[in-house]
Nanobody, 121 residues
Framework: QVQLVESGGGLVQAGGSLRLSCAASGRTFGGLAMGWFRQAPGKEREFVAAISASGGSTTYADSVKGRFTISRDNAKNTVYLQMNSLKPEDTAVYYC??????????????WGQGTRVTVSS
């Protein structure tokens, strides 16, 4: 089992920045790929970014590429999502996920409770 707790969401103006954090406990954090997903009102949950267990490989949705950066600190059992140049369309509940293996080509197996991000225009 892996428990995930997100933090760092809030209200920000368009063009601003936020950093989300996800603290993990339970199974060996360093052995799992991690990801961020989001769900906007009235829409399905969508992939945002993912990082391999070692942190050596990352991938992003086209909609956030160049603006968001995912990173992890395995010593602190924490994964981060730095969000810059935020747009109103980034407004959503952001969820942290732990994949079932070292690669993000496995499936997300554990989810956090989500943190809300609101970007005002």
């Amino acid at each position: 089992q892996v428990q995930l707790v997100e933090s760092g969401g809030g209200l920000v103006q368009a063009g601003g920045s936020l950093r989300l954090s996800c603290a993990a406990s339970g199974r060996t954090f360093g052995g799992l790929a991690m990801g961020w997903f989001r769900q906007a009102p009235g829409k399905e949950r969508e992939f945002v970014a993912a990082i391999s267990a070692s942190g050596g490989s990352t991938t992003y949705a086209d909609s956030v590429k160049g603006r968001f950066t995912i990173s992890r600190d395995n010593a602190k059992n924490t994964v981060y999502l730095q969000m810059n140049s935020l747009k109103p369309e980034d407004t959503a509940v952001y969820y942290c996920a732990a994949y079932s293996g070292i690669s993000y080509y496995t499936k997300p197996a554990y989810w956090g409770q989500g943190t809300r991000v609101t970007v005002s225009s």
